[in-house]
């Protein structure tokens, strides 16, 4: 196994949710991909939440994880992936856990 569990966190109405903090604040390289998919095997969870700094590259990195999750979405067509990926920009996680704390699988955009 590369790295420690990360821990998973489950709403009121039964959603498990992985956060993956970031301190990237440059734009360059990236395995946004690769580390989700991990944290997926690793955890099982149902949505996996980057949670990356403000800062004046963030759009450009959310940009790349936005562009990685299509990438994989279009990989596995017509099947729809069993895991949510998204982003969340200054945000901390406990602000984030207040956030999707009721909401269902149907209602996380992407």
């Excluded at 109405?13 to 990236?30: E, H, I, M, R």
């Excluded at 200054?90 to 209602?107: A, P, R, T, V, Y």
Aim: one cysteine or more.
């Amino acid at each position: 196994m590369s790295k420690a569990l990360h821990p998973v966190v489950k709403n009121k109405v039964g959603v498990n949710f992985c956060y993956l903090p970031t301190k990237v604040t440059s734009t360059g390289g990236g395995t946004y991909l690769t580390r989700a998919l991990d944290a997926r095997n690793q955890t099982g969870a149902d949505v996996l939440v980057f949670m990356l700094p403000s800062g004046e590259n963030a759009q450009k990195n959310a940009e790349r994880i936005k562009r990685g999750r299509e990438d994989l979405m279009a990989a596995v067509k017509p099947l729809i992936l069993p895991f949510k990926i998204v982003v969340a920009i200054g945000s901390n996680q406990i602000q984030l856990e207040k956030f999707f704390e009721k909401k269902h699988w149907s209602d996380i955009k992407y």
